[in-house]
């Protein structure tokens, strides 16, 4: 994987669509009854919020991310977290560039590394995170999007590739897909017709949220991206999709590093307000403890 694009062979055209995959398997959910509500659907994630019935599922299953995070206490529009970039961006930030890595390592793994303790996040999608801030710098750089709040997205949509007991592998997929409730309108959730024929979320009848950020089948196949270069873009994919959220954040020519940029890019991922200041406390939390390990 390179660390540094020079081009723009890290994504598919907005109008093609996606490389064919095989059906993704069955729900994350399991057999766990639940009652939940999706706020503020947009094209990109979906939140979540869920309320157990009988039978009872266990802690694990339980762990919604989004029910974890507290929301930050500040007015939507009046400023962005700090926008720690991986190079040339805020002071607070430790780099990539300022890093002395062991000969012949990489020094954007060796930032993950540092990060990674900084964060409790892993550093397999910390990876993803910062490459899709430097793919973003070279194909669009006046969106100026940071890898601390592709991170806080991550960390309410999936747990950062974690959701359910899923453990992210070194080639950044989940040990088992992360795929959504069914968007059937039932109680609580709006209905979104089936756009894949069951192709990443494995349901011909409806359309589910799948992979580590929560995209819609539709938006998918608008956004996708290849992270990682291997040809195929893959929802499931770490890499493809936290570069396709970066897409979808950075539409219009939008100022990611800026209050009112960075507030209208995360309320059209999921135009929820609380949702919003969720992600804004994690990618100022995520930047700040970051700089104060360096």
Known sequence: MRTTPENDEFV???????????????AVLGRLVIVLAVL?????????????????????????????????????????????????GATQQTSPQQAQPKPGKDPLTAWTERAAQATGIPARALLAYGNAELAMRQMQPTCKISWATLAGIGRIESNHGQYGGAVLGQDGRPSKPIIGVPLDGSPGVKAIGDTDGGQFD????????VGPMQFIPSTWRRYAADGNRDGVGDPQQID????????YLCVNNRDMSAASGWWQGILSYNNSTEYAQKVFGLADGYAKSVAAAK
Request: hydrophobic share 45%; glycine share 12%.
């Open 40 to 88: 503020g659907l947009a094209g990109g994630g979906i939140w979540l919020v869920t309320k157990a019935s009988a039978p009872v599922a266990s802690p694990t299953t339980m762990e919604i991310p989004a029910l974890q995070v507290k929301a930050a206490d500040v007015k939507p529009g009046s400023v962005a977290p700090v926008n720690a970039t991986l190079a040339g």
């Open 240 to 247: 493809d999709a936290t570069l396709a959220a970066a897409r």
């Open 12 to 26: 598919d055209d907005p109008a093609t669509p996606a490389p064919p995959r095989r059906g993704v398997g069955a």
């Open 202 to 209: 494995g349901d011909a009848a409806v359309d589910r949220a």
